[in-house]
């Protein structure tokens, strides 16, 4: 198995993990042998001279489990943090749209909304159009991407 397979893998054991029913079994308890499963499961899968991880799992507003693995450079040897900041870029688009359809399924929303019916401060183009959902998920918004600003 690749490593970055297994790597992949330990993070869906995780999130599997983290979702499990069993936690609102008997919170106390549960909660922390879920941190000791995960805590366990995670270091063996990112090293603490390799490549890293972190992760967070809060249970009912409160934190259970708050910890990073590996490192954050390589390069430099720095060891992650919890607290760091990741740059995901793209990566959750997927499940950003995934959840969106779920909404409209339930009948919560529409890809056919316009952004100012659930955002009604969002600014609107000179002729009052607002861009709907849709546009957001088909990258057709014409929203200026925010990451393309120097500094």
Known sequence: MTHQLTRS???????????SPLVA?????????????????????????????????????????RRAYGLADVELGVALEPDMV????????????????????????SVSDPLTR????????GEGESPTIEHLLAHTSGIFSYTSIPG
Do not use: C, W
């Open 9 to 19: 893998i330990g993070a869906v054991v995780a999130l599997v993990l983290a979702t």
């Open 25 to 65: 079994q008997a919170p106390e308890e549960t909660s922390f042998r879920l941190a000791e499963t995960i805590d366990r499961e995670l270091s063996e899968i990112y090293p603490a001279d390799e490549p890293g991880a972190a992760i967070l799992l809060i249970d009912d507003g409160e934190v259970v489990f």
């Open 86 to 109: 990741f740059r995901l870029g793209s990566v959750t688009k997927q499940f950003t749209a995934a959840a969106i359809l779920l909404l409209e399924e339930d009948g919560k929303l």
């Open 118 to 125: 659930h955002l009604p401060d969002y600014p609107v183009d």
